[in-house]
């Protein structure tokens, strides 16, 4: 019975993949680039002041596109909390008067080597290439808790470009990846 359960859930699964891919997809141009956005996503444009705002909207989530100078650009940076030693943990928080959030200061066993390898923050990061175009992608460590995202530093123009949705669901975050690979100058 559950290996029935398990093939039943897999061609589900691969099925429902399947119609995600064949969806029609719309182009979009932003600035010097195009990408390109399943059908069903509408898209609005925003009203930025210095740059080009947009949104990506479906049924679940918002979609953020940002485009214009790279100084005003959300570049996705993180701010790491603070990694200190656990022995210390109940001095800090009798100095404070509280214990500090997980956003400020986390306590570890080893400090050193945690903030080091960056245990607590919530994202991945890591450079690519898409279409010619290098690019910074942005993933939570956790589905559901965490940016997914794109940064373009500079493009051919100047310009820098980022598209992200935050705490997205496992179906959201997969389409925010195809809508990436996507993403091509005109």
Same mark, same amino acid.
């Given at each position: 019975?559950?290996?029935?359960?398990?093939?039943?859930?897999?061609?589900?699964?691969?099925?429902?993949?399947?119609?995600?891919?064949?969806?029609?997809?719309?182009?979009?141009?932003?600035?010097?680039?195009?990408?390109?956005?399943?059908?069903?996503?509408?898209?609005?444009?925003?009203?930025?002041?210095?740059?080009?705002?947009?949104?990506? +909207?479906? @049924? $679940?989530?918002? #979609?953020?596109?940002?485009?214009?100078? &790279?100084? /005003?650009?959300?570049?996705?940076?993180?701010?790491?909390?603070?990694?200190?030693?656990?022995?210390?943990?109940?001095?800090?928080?009798?100095?404070?008067?509280?214990?500090?959030?997980?956003?400020?200061?986390?306590?570890?066993?080893?400090?050193?080597?945690?903030?080091?390898?960056? +245990?607590? @923050? $919530?994202?991945? #990061?890591?450079?690519?290439?898409?279409? &010619?175009? /290098?690019?910074?992608?942005?993933?939570?460590?956790?589905?559901?808790?965490?940016?997914?995202?794109?940064?373009?530093?500079?493009?051919?123009?100047?310009?820098?470009?980022?598209?992200?949705?935050?705490?997205?669901?496992?179906?959201?975050?997969?389409?925010?990846?195809?809508?990436?690979?996507?993403?091509?100058?005109?």
């Amino acid at each position: 019975m559950k290996k029935l359960f398990f093939v039943l859930a897999t061609c589900l699964v691969l099925s429902s993949c399947n119609d995600i891919k064949k969806e029609k997809k719309i182009q979009h141009t932003i600035g010097s680039l195009v990408l390109s956005a399943p059908a069903s996503m509408i898209f609005v444009k925003g009203k930025g002041v210095d740059s080009y705002v947009a949104y990506l +909207i479906n @049924n $679940k989530d918002t #979609f953020h596109i940002e485009y214009g100078s &790279g100084k /005003i650009i959300y570049n996705l940076y993180e701010i790491s909390p603070h990694v200190l030693n656990l022995n210390d943990k109940n001095k800090i928080i009798k100095q404070s008067g509280r214990e500090p959030s997980m956003d400020e200061v986390v306590f570890s066993e080893y400090p050193e080597e945690d903030e080091g390898q960056k +245990i607590f @923050n $919530k994202n991945y #990061f890591m450079y690519d290439t898409i279409n &010619g175009i /290098i690019v910074k992608v942005v993933q939570p460590k956790r589905i559901g808790n965490g940016i997914t995202g794109l940064y373009v530093p500079k493009l051919k123009d100047g310009k820098s470009f980022s598209i992200y949705g935050v705490n997205l669901d496992s179906g959201n975050h997969i389409s925010m990846l195809e809508i990436f690979r996507t993403i091509r100058y005109r």
